[in-house]
């Protein structure tokens, strides 16, 4: 695609994110927790393309399908493990967004960070930061090349198989065509997509509680935000559902339970398969 082309894409689409306001993957303040919980419930407009469709085609995806990416973000944390287990056990597929310095402080992160790695294709290992921004979002996205050597830093520590990374603190999209992206965070984007690396967003979150850690949407209200999403198509790609989720949400049996529940309602509707985010349509290879 034209190179102008593209940039009057993003410009429209800052723009979009700029009136949207940006997400959050974090362990940040409840401010954060209020604007994630805002963007929960706005609806998103599929931007995929005929072009993209082609792609998912030649992916062997079963288009006939809707296509749910379960992901959890910044570990190796207390409750990866139950994570790993609950969607082994039930047969479904998962992403894990990781984060590099949680490998390095948590006495078994490497360990955690191997069985995810070589769990593919059932499971896939992602790169969401070395430090998670260190919580300074607006510092690390100020300093474009400074946060690509970040990403760049981990991709090496963590052994990521695929140039597949999430924004900590902010919901970007950077797929072959497509640089989606708040203003705050295009710098960075621009320069990942540049670099030949894929950015994963998210449609729909399973919010927590910054008090305590814990999943707020019961398993039926969340499995019923997805039937939403997708009868109305309220998504970044047609068809192909990214939910977020955090490791941490999950270490106490209850909510691994909960968990649990989720995946097996999900199932129990026959439309639905679950892949790993390396099978979105229109990623660079
Ligand atoms: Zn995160």
């Given amino acids: 695609m034209p190179k102008f082309v593209k940039k009057r894409e993003v410009l429209l689409l800052v723009l979009v994110c700029f009136l949207t306001g940006f997400g959050s993957c974090n ?3 409840s401010t954060n927790q209020q604007k994630q919980d805002s963007i929960a419930k706005l609806p998103i407009k599929p931007v995929i393309g005929a072009e993209n469709e082609s792609v998912a085609f030649k992916q062997n995806i079963d288009t006939n399908k809707s296509t749910i990416y379960l992901t959890f973000d910044d570990g190796p944390q207390k409750g990866t493990i139950g994570c790993y287990n609950t969607c082994k056990s039930l047969g479904v597929k998962a ?6 310095l949680h490998q390095r402080i948590k006495s078994d992160g490497k360990e955690l960070v191997t069985l995810i790695r070589d769990g593919y294709p059932e499971f896939l290992l992602a790169n969401h930061s070395y430090g998670h921004a260190n919580g300074k979002y607006k510092d690390f996205y100020h300093h474009p090349q400074t946060a690509l050597q970040d990403f760049l830093i981990t991709q090496d520590s963590l052994k990521v198989p695929k140039k597949i990374v999430r924004l900590p603190g902010n919901r970007a999209w950077v797929r072959a065509n497509d640089v989606t992206s708040s203003h705050l965070v295009s710098g960075v984007a621009n320069l990942l997509d540049s670099t030949g690396y894929n950015v994963i967003g998210w449609d729909l979150e399973w919010n927590f509680s910054h008090k ?4 707020i949407q019961t398993p039926e209200k969340l499995a019923a935000q997805v039937d939403s999403a997708f009868a109305h198509q309220n998504m970044h790609i047609r068809k192909h559902l990214v939910i977020l989720t955090h490791d941490r949400m999950f270490q106490r049996p209850a909510d691994s339970l909960s968990l649990a529940k989720f995946i097996g309602l999900l ?3 026959p439309n639905y398969v679950f892949e790993t985010v ?4 229109g990623l660079k290879n």
Avoid: I, W, Y
């Fill in 27 to 29: 362990q940040a303040s």
């Fill in 95 to 100: 992403s894990f967004f990781m984060v590099g």
């Fill in 278 to 281: 390396d099978h979105l349509p």
């Fill in 212 to 215: 305590t850690g814990r999943p």
């Fill in 267 to 269: 199932k129990s509707n």
